[in-house]
């Protein structure tokens, strides 16, 4: 299978991979089809999303998808960052072919599960 650059890029040198210790929130998404996991980590300050790591055990696509959507979410209050889309994801990443665009859809998943999880602790 052959990615677009910026997928490669993405998936080489993710942003924000990784975990914060005592996060205010994770959300969690998972595909049981393909076996790919994602976790996203949300530190929350005044309604913004003030830090935002990932952990995807998956595909370069997945991957490089948590990147780019923590890229997007950070600094973003949580009403902005709940209106984030996956194909929000995939604006500027050409070629994604069609059996992977279910990864732009997984690492929307667990940000939204994110969101969930911190309106439910308040
Ligand atoms: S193949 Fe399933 S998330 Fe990438």
Do not use: R, W
Not at 8 to 13: A, L, P, R, T
Not at 31 to 50: A, Q, R, S, W
């Amino acid at each position: 299978m052959k990615y677009s650059k910026i997928i490669i890029k993405h998936f080489k040198n993710p942003k924000n991979m990784g975990e914060i210790k005592n996060p205010d929130a994770v959300g969690k998404a998972g595909n049981p089809i393909c076996g790919d996991t994602m976790k996203i980590y949300l530190k929350v300050k005044n309604n913004k999303i003030e830090d935002i790591k990932f952990q995807t055990l998956g595909c370069a696509v997945a991957i490089a998808m948590t990147s780019i959507l923590t890229d997007i979410a950070k600094g973003k209050t949580l009403k902005a960052a709940s209106k984030i889309k996956p194909d929000d994801l995939l604006k500027g990443v050409e070629d994604v072919p069609k059996s992977k665009i279910h990864c732009s859809v997984l690492a929307h998943q667990a940000l939204k599960n994110a969101i969930k999880n911190y309106k439910a602790k308040k």
